[in-house]
C-alpha cells in the first residue's frame, strides 16, 4: 500500500503542478497578443453542465483521552496511519450568477477508505481496522473567475459539502456516524479547448462535526467499546483532485 500512496501523493503534487501552472499562464500572457479564442460565448450562458472525475485523499482526525481501562490497566491510543487514494465521479451543475461569480451544484459520489491503528500503551499490542466509506454528496460551492485570457480563466471556490455514508459499520472497533458535513475552498483554470471545456481543480475539505459514534449499545463484543470510550472525537478532512469536462 505505500506504492499506492506514494503515486497519490506523487500524482497530487503534479495536479497542483498543473494547475499553478495553469495560473501562472494566465497571468503571465496579460502582455501578450490576443489569440483565438475556444468556444467564445460558452460562458455567456446562463447554466452549464458537465461531468467530473477525480481521485481523493480522506483522513480521520481523531482526539485520544488517555483513557486507561481500570480492569486491565491497559491504555489505547488510536491514529489514522495511513492515507489510501480514493476515486470521485459526479456530475456538474453551474448557474452564471454574474460575470465573474456562479454558484455551482455537484452531486458526488466518493468511494475511499481510513486506515486505523490502535497501540495499547502498557504492552506495545496493536488492532487495526480498515473502514471503508462510500459517501453521497452534495457540494454547494460560489465560484469566482477573473477575467477570460485567450482560452484560460482561473478561478477560486468556497462552500459547503454535506455527506452520507452508505457503508457504516456497526461491529468494528470504532463507528463511524453516516452524515458528515465540510467546509471547502479550492482553486483551479478553466481550459477552453476546441470543442469542450478542460476544468482541472485542486480542492480542501474541512470537517465539521463529530463523526465518531459513541453511543454503542448494539455492539456485540463488548471488550470493543473500550476503543471509543479512548477517543473523544474525530473529523474528517479530505483532498480533492478532480477534472471536469463541459
Not at 123 to 136: A, F, H, L, N
Not at 185 to 198: N, Q
Amino acid at each position: 500500500m505505500n506504492f499506492y500512496r506514494y503515486s497519490f501523493r506523487k500524482l497530487l503534487w503534479q495536479g497542483c503542478l498543473m494547475i499553478v501552472l495553469f495560473l501562472w499562464g494566465c497571468v503571465s500572457t496579460q502582455g501578450q497578443e490576443i489569440k483565438l479564442q475556444n468556444r467564445p460565448y460558452m460562458d455567456l450562458r446562463n447554466f452549464h453542465y458537465g461531468f467530473m472525475i477525480g481521485l481523493h485523499e480522506e483522513s480521520l482526525h481523531l482526539k485520544n483521552n488517555g483513557l486507561v481501562d481500570p480492569q486491565t490497566g491497559r491504555q489505547w491510543l488510536a491514529c489514522n496511519d495511513r492515507y489510501d487514494p480514493g476515486f470521485t465521479v459526479g456530475i456538474l451543475g453551474e448557474w452564471r450568477l454574474d460575470k465573474y461569480f456562479a454558484l455551482r451544484l455537484l452531486p458526488t459520489m466518493f468511494f475511499g477508505s481510513k486506515h486505523i491503528t490502535f497501540r495499547d500503551q502498557k504492552t506495545g499490542d496493536k488492532d487495526y481496522q480498515e473502514i471503508k466509506s462510500t459517501y453521497i454528496a452534495l457540494p454547494a460551492d460560489i465560484k469566482f473567475s477573473a477575467p477570460r485570457f485567450n482560452n484560460y480563466r482561473p478561478y477560486f471556490l468556497a462552500g459547503v459539502d454535506l455527506m452520507y455514508d452508505l457503508t457504516t459499520q456497526d461491529d468494528g472497533n470504532l463507528k463511524l456516524k453516516p452524515f458528515n458535513s465540510f467546509f471547502e475552498v479550492g482553486f483551479g483554470c478553466d481550459y477552453y479547448l476546441p470543442f469542450f471545456k478542460l476544468i482541472p481543480e485542486l480542492k480542501f475539505c474541512f470537517g465539521l462535526n463529530n463523526i465518531l459514534e459513541k453511543d454503542r449499545h448494539d455492539l456485540q463484543d463488548k471488550t470493543k467499546a473500550i476503543f471509543t470510550q479512548s477517543i473523544d472525537n474525530g473529523h474528517t478532512n479530505m483532498i480533492v483532485l478532480t477534472l471536469y469536462f463541459e
